[in-house]
């Protein structure tokens, strides 16, 4: 497969290549910018599948929802939703950074959104457990109570409720570890000074990914942590 | 005036211009990719194909004697999922699509060359599943999955077949990605939008399906995967699930999906009518923009396959004017088609007779889904033989007789071979023939009430099952009758010139088969698309 | 019912199957009409306009035919006939859709790989129905497993019947005579096994075969035997019992609008009898708590649709408003439930 290199007058280290099919390096970056967006489009409707079944069965059984909605945490959901808002400013400045030429910035801000996704996952991990260890997956242990140790309401579709909350942010949590391996790649390339102002597609089209990821779990929050706080009938 | 000129046979194209099996499994080539594609095609369809004969062996009488009931629900669940995810959706997009689109707007390949080689790897991976499940045991819950049968009451193997259809949908996904920012963005000079071959445009709307419709289809199999695994009650309402939900969700795909099926046969027909009448397509704006109000309004139209499922009947009289709306760009299809051919030069070859043969039963099956829309007459059809007629004659009746006119029509272009007229003519009208034999009196048994899915059946349907049994018969042979003529034409068919059909079109202008890199110099388009000028006449042989 | 010798189209049995038979008709004739008329053309074309060997074509006019004109004509004309299409079979669909007032009511449930049938009265079946002619009916049906559909090709009509949930079907049979049953949705194995027979039968004779049924009583009747059986009566108040408080009255209950303890409204139907019994914390009514047990387990389908009829039985006198999709409303029996002999007189009123 032949490439040949682009003009990079900007930055000598930098040398993009351009794909044979391709006629210029601006048809290439198109292209890939276009793909990635449709890419987004394909996973809008994917999650878009679980929102869907959410919002029927919520509406279908509010009260097992009002009630096993309050047993997710709310104190680490919204630590959970600052780190990841964090991490797509991380990101943001990574790509930026890119854009400036600064080499070690790059490096620097992906290692910082690495981190930050990385917490995200932890404290995903742990809450987990903790649910396995408090009875709401659903299955043959599943028994969930509330603070008192009163049972939850409307148990026969409680479990609803905590299966959409595994799927929902099990699906996204998958993203999520994609995205950190693919930053563990940008990493190793960044370092050898690949991403220049002439050319760091991958890095925002990656950047583009990491803010969708984002942006699900900002719908995510709301619907799981949020809802129906101070409905829980008495 | 004959301008053919036979290229050198030992020149290098893509077909010769690396040899062994690594420079084919690693390919970025989309030529070879599409080849690859066509292997897999054929290999599925043949088990998909073993399976309808035995059912309709079975059918022949009313008791179930030739296999026992668990086993025929195996056949007929296969029979569907192997026809319609393994080679109905995948058959021309992946196929022709691969190879012709970069070709046709004059680009050296798709955008994302190796994501086209991933597709392909991920199509196998999921045809694996499918078939090991199929090895293990097969699955038993009809092509539909319908809960809670599925998710908790069959014996089969769900879960595999499930992620097997989930994983092959990512191929279709990606597949439909490369190619809208292919067409986008890889254009030569001069191909404006409404210069572009109608086969392109019917991809591109077929594109627009795949990409937003597939991944509902993923996460809906993936919750009954995960429904089936840990005893979740999304669907379930034992478990405090919606049955019914897994119907909306999964028709919400499947419906756009018949349209991913037939788009891209629809783009093949225009292509073989406008070449063998010789004559630019009439309206070929109405055309193209069919393709895309077909894509759209196939989005909102799911709920025709829920009339009587328990869904409202306020929803059931939306879903069925909406249905009404859809169907009208496939008519406007089929007149223009008809008004091509109006003082045309027609030549009755192989490929016409597939198209022709396509405009009628592409009609008869379109109508017959016109039955199906209305409430008051699904609530008698739905469920019945009349539906499995209806899906046939616009699948198999439309779908796959374009997908064979197109695999004759880009033979040469392909292979670099001609095949023999004569054999593919009779073909295709065993073909034609044996279908009509088998699937028409199944709309009779239909009205009659004779249920689908049905192992054994009361012997007053009996006469109407033999006939549909042998005409099956006949359609197996007609199927097998190109397999060998087009085999024996790689080794012995004479060469192919460029344009053996005086087509318009750029793959036209390149030889027979193609350079890997498609073209010596990057064309330049001047001109409409089926500008056919009397110096493009050509004899067929 | 025999060996049917070999037809080529179903007998016409019900009300609705004329006006199905019309709409048929109709759409024959239009897909006959263009599948004709687009093979005549096509062939005609191709053989008219063929091209003689050794022939130069002369490359088309542009403008042989008027273009917009025809894609408009050829657009709108089909989209006419099919709102023709369209508005016919919803008017069918919506007769269908809405149970008259008056109809008899019968009871089925579907199971893996049979049909049970209950009628109001009492009387039981497996795999057969057995309806007077010139009657409506209704069906309540429900499945105890996966979903089958209860199709009647004669009288052309089918639903699903669903786990979980109640669907309604209605006919008035207009011939007597034997019609195949079928399940028309794929259930599993012997999915076609799970086929019977329809009876329409003239009054006479369906009264005599009712009259000689079970015994056990009406459907109200066991389902009040159950509803004690298994103390609900310890909570709910009853046949005009004074109210304890603790648990929402069931008399005059059936039809009415409940308002929840989250504000919201509910229609005391069928499908919330149900769900009370199974799911009871699913909707609290207002003023009440959540002290209701489940009985998930503890009742069979059977057994939920006994309970239904008796709770139905303790309904508003006057009946109450029809509704639009499938939950039913009319009682036919009276407030005073219990001892009232199963017989013919009862079968219509109201």
Redesign the interface.
């Known amino acids: 497969?032949a490439s040949h290199a682009a003009d990079t007058h900007a930055d000598p280290h930098v040398v993009s290549t351009i794909?044979?099919?391709?006629?210029s390096a601006d048809?290439q970056k198109?292209?890939s910018t276009?793909?990635m967006w449709?890419?987004l489009?394909?996973?809008v409707?994917?999650?878009?599948?679980?929102f869907?079944?959410y919002f029927?069965?919520r509406q279908?059984?509010?009260?097992?929802f009002a009630s096993a909605s309050n047993n997710t945490s709310l104190l680490i959901g919204a630590a959970n939703t600052t780190v990841l808002i964090c991490s797509s400013l991380t990101m943001a400045l990574a790509v930026r950074s890119a854009a400036v030429g600064k080499k070690n910035l790059i490096v620097l801000f992906l290692i910082l959104t690495l981190l930050l996704g990385g917490t995200f996952l932890g404290v995903k991990a742990y809450e987990y457990h903790d649910k396995w260890v408090r009875h709401e997956v659903?299955?043959?242990n599943f028994d969930c109570r509330d603070e008192s140790g009163k049972a939850c309401?409307?148990?026969?579709?409680t479990?609803?409720f905590f299966?959409l909350y595994f799927?929902m942010t099990g699906?996204h949590a998958t993203h999520m570890i994609v995205g950190v391996g693919i930053i563990l790649f940008l990493i190793s390339q960044a370092r050898k000074g690949a991403y220049g102002p002439a050319w760091h597609t991958p890095v925002e089209l990656f950047g583009l990914y990491w803010h969708f990821v984002d942006i699900v779990w900002i719908f995510l929050f709301p619907l799981l942590y949020l809802i129906d706080r101070s409905?829980v009938?008495k | 005036m004959i301008t053919a000129t036979p290229p050198v046979e030992t020149k290098k194209n893509y077909l010769n211009q690396t040899e062994g099996l690594k420079s084919w499994l690693l390919t970025h080539d989309h030529k070879r990719i599409a080849i690859l594609y066509l292997l897999g095609l054929i290999f599925f369809f043949a088990i998909g194909g073993v399976f309808a004969a035995l059912i309709r062996l079975e059918l022949a009488t009313p008791a179930g004697d030739l296999v026992e009931s668990n086993t025929y629900n195996k056949l007929f669940t296969m029979h569907g999922i192997i026809m319609v995810f393994l080679f109905l959706v995948p058959s021309i997009p992946a196929m022709l699509g691969n190879f012709l689109i970069p070709l046709m707007i004059g680009a050296k390949d798709v955008a994302f060359p190796r994501v086209n080689l991933l597709s392909w790897y991920i199509y196998v991976v999921g045809g694996l599943f499918v078939l090991v499940a199929l090895l293990m045991g097969g699955v038993d819950t009809g092509w539909t999955f319908y809960t809670p049968f599925s998710s908790s009451y069959s014996n089969g193997y769900v879960v595999a077949t499930g992620l097997g259809v989930l994983i092959g949908g990512f191929s279709s996904i990606l597949t439909g990605l490369n190619f809208i920012v292919t067409i986008h963005r890889m254009r030569a000079p001069g191909l404006t939008w409404f210069r572009l071959p109608l086969f392109v445009w019917a991809h591109y709307a077929t594109s627009m399906l795949q990409v937003l419709g597939t991944p509902v289809i993923a996460v809906t199999l993936f919750l009954l995967v995960l429904e089936r695994g840990l005893h979740i009650g999304f669907f379930d309402p034992a478990y405090g699930g919606d049955p019914v939900l897994f119907q909306h969700m999964f028709w919400f795909y499947s419906h756009p999906a018949v349209y991913i099926m037939i788009l891209p046969s629809m783009g093949v027909v225009t292509e073989i009518v406008t070449t063998f009448s010789w004559k630019k397509p009439f309206g070929y704006t109405f055309i193209a923009f069919s393709s895309i109000a077909i894509a759209v309004f196939g989005f909102i139209v799911w709920g025709h396959h829920l009339f009587v499922s328990g869904q409202s009947a306020y929803a059931g009289m939306v879903f069925s004017i909406l249905s009404y709306v859809v169907a009208i760009p496939s008519a406007i299809k089929v007149f223009n088609w008809t008004a091509t051919m109006y003082k045309g030069s027609v030549r009755a070859t192989a490929p016409m007779l597939y198209a022709l043969g396509f405009i009628g039963l592409f009609t008869i099956g379109g109508l017959t889904g016109l039955f199906l829309a209305s409430l008051g007459m699904d609530v008698h059809l739905t469920d019945s033989y009349f539906v499995i007629a209806h899906f046939h004659y616009v699948m198999v009746g439309g779908a796959i007789m374009g997908f064979m006119g197109g695999i004759h029509l880009w033979w040469p272009k392909i292979f670099g071979r001609m095949y023999s007229e004569a054999w593919a003519r009779v073909a295709a009208i065993i073909i034609f023939i044996g279908f009509n034999l088998t699937f028409f009196p199944q709309f009779i048994l239909g009205y009659m009430g004779m249920p689908r899915r049905y192992h054994v059946y009361p012997p007053e349907f009996q006469v109407l099952n033999v006939l549909s049994s042998a005409g099956a018969s006949i359609l197996g042979l007609g199927y097998l009758i190109p397999v060998c003529y087009l085999v024996w034409s790689l080794k012995y068919g004479p060469v192919a010139p460029p344009n053996p059909w005086g087509a318009t079109g750029l793959e036209w202008q390149t030889s027979s088969p193609p350079p890997t890199e498609n073209f010596e110099v990057t064309p330049v388009v001047t001109q409409e698309a089926y500008t056919y000028t009397s110096e493009e006449v050509v004899h067929v042989g | 019912m025999g060996e049917k010798s070999f037809q080529l189209f179903p007998e016409a049995a019900s009300s609705i199957a004329g006006q199905v038979d019309g709409l048929y008709a109709y759409l024959v004739l239009v897909s006959a009409f263009f599948s004709l008329l687009i093979a005549f053309l096509v062939v005609f074309f191709a053989i008219k306009y063929r091209r003689k060997n050794d022939e130069i074509p002369k490359p088309a006019d542009e403008h042989s035919i008027g273009g917009m004109v025809l894609e408009i004509v050829w657009s709108i004309i089909p989209l006419g006939l099919s709102l023709i299409m369209f508005a016919w079979g919803a008017s069918i669909f919506f007769t269908e859709s809405r149970p008259p007032a008056d109809a008899m009511e019968i009871f089925v449930v579907g199971k893996q790989w049979m049909w049970k049938v209950q009628h109001n009265e009492g009387a039981r079946e497996i795999n057969e129905l057995h309806v007077p002619v010139n009657r409506n009916i209704r069906l309540t049906l429900t499945s105890e497993d996966v979903i089958h559909d209860f199709a009647v090709p004669a009288f052309r009509t089918k639903t699903d019947v669903l786990p979980g949930r109640y669907t309604t079907e209605w006919f008035r049979p207009t011939k007597v005579g034997a019609y195949h049953l079928f399940c028309m949705e794929y259930c599993g194995t012997k999915h076609s096994g799970m086929i019977g027979t329809v009876y329409v039968m003239n009054e006479a004779d369906y009264n005599a075969w009712l009259g000689a049924g079970s015994g056990e009583g009406s459907m109200a009747e066991q389902g009040e035997s159950l509803f004690n059986q298994l103390g609900c009566g310890t909570c709910h108040p009853s046949a005009m019992n004074k109210q304890n408080g603790r648990c929402p009255n069931l008399n005059g209950l059936f039809g009415t609008t409940v308002v929840l303890k989250d504000g919201s409204k509910v229609r005391a139907d069928e499908s919330y009898i149900r769900e009370s019994v199974l799911y009871p914390q699913a909707r609290i009514v207002a003023g009440y708590d959540d002290i209701m047990p489940t009985f998930k387990g503890l009742v069979t389908e059977d057994g939920l649709l006994k309970l239904v009829e008796y709770v139905k039985s303790l309904g508003p006198k006057n009946g109450t408003e029809s509704s639009a999709t499938a939950a039913p409303t009319q009682t036919s029996s009276s407030p005073q439930a219990p001892a009232r002999p199963a017989g013919p007189a009862r079968a219509g009123n109201q």
């Open positions: 497969m794909q044979h099919h391709f006629e048809q198109d292209a276009i793909g449709v890419f489009v394909t996973e409707m994917f999650f878009g599948g679980m869907l079944a029927v069965y279908a059984y509010p009260a097992a659903p299955g043959h309401i409307d148990a026969g579709h479990p609803l299966a799927g699906l409905a009938p």
